[in-house]
Each structure stands twice: as structure tokens, then as C-alpha cells.
């Protein structure tokens, strides 16, 4: 079974920095897009920056400038490099992936979340 595991979470100060990382493992054959999501208490789960296996990219217009997305595909790995962080950052974000297996088709996964907290 495919797992994701997410780490980096943790507590902040406004305008620090924090790293996300998130590893793949399983039976893998191969991993399309990966991307990282954000969902706060009663609201949608939005998605914050996506990457595809080519390495093009995608933000959310409120982080452009301040987050960066990469993948080690070695790895398995996709990071989310977080500066400039604000306290309206504050959210568990969940780790996805796109993940072809002995399935016919590629699925999505995700990871159990890890929570990102900035303080005022």
C-alpha cells in the first residue's frame, strides 16, 4: 500500500521560514503530480502549489513570491519551502500525489497532514 508521510510542521514566528517535506513509499511504479494542500477548521481544502513529474508549477495567488515547490523524483520526495510565512498560513497541510501502482490507472494519495502554526 502507498503511504505518504508528511514532516516539517510546527510552530512559527511571522516571517520565518519552515520546510515541508513529504515522502512516497510502497509499491510505486511511477508518480505523476505532486502537490500540497492547506484546510483550516470550516473551511474548503484549497490547494497551496503543485508539480508535475516535467517540473512545471503552480501556486495559489497568496503564496507566489513566498513559497517554493521542488521534488527529488530519486526520492520519491516532494518539499514545500515556506518563507515570508504569515499568520493567515496557519492550516494543516496534507501532502497529495498522483501515483501509478499495479492499479490500471494512477490515483491520488494523501498524506495525514502536519500542522503549520505562525504567530503574530
Known amino acids: 500500500q502507498v503511504q505518504l508521510v508528511e514532516s516539517g510542521g510546527g510552530l512559527v514566528q511571522a516571517g520565518g521560514s519552515l520546510r515541508l517535506s513529504c515522502a512516497a513509499s510502497g509499491s510505486i511504479f511511477s508518480i505523476n503530480h505532486m502537490g500540497w494542500y492547506r484546510q483550516v477548521p470550516g473551511k474548503q481544502r484549497e490547494l497551496v502549489a503543485r508539480i508535475i513529474s516535467g517540473g512545471s508549477t503552480n501556486y495559489i495567488d497568496s503564496v507566489k513570491g513566498r513559497f517554493t515547490i521542488s521534488r527529488d523524483n530519486a526520492k520519491n520526495t516532494v518539499y514545500l519551502e515556506m518563507n515570508s510565512l504569515k499568520p493567515e498560513d496557519t492550516a494543516v497541510y496534507y501532502c497529495?500525489?498522483?501515483?501509478?501502482?499495479?492499479?490500471?490507472?494512477?490515483?491520488?494519495?494523501w498524506g495525514e497532514g502536519t500542522l503549520v502554526t505562525v504567530s503574530s
Open positions: 497529495n500525489a498522483n501515483i501509478k501502482t499495479f492499479l490500471p490507472d494512477a490515483q491520488d494519495y
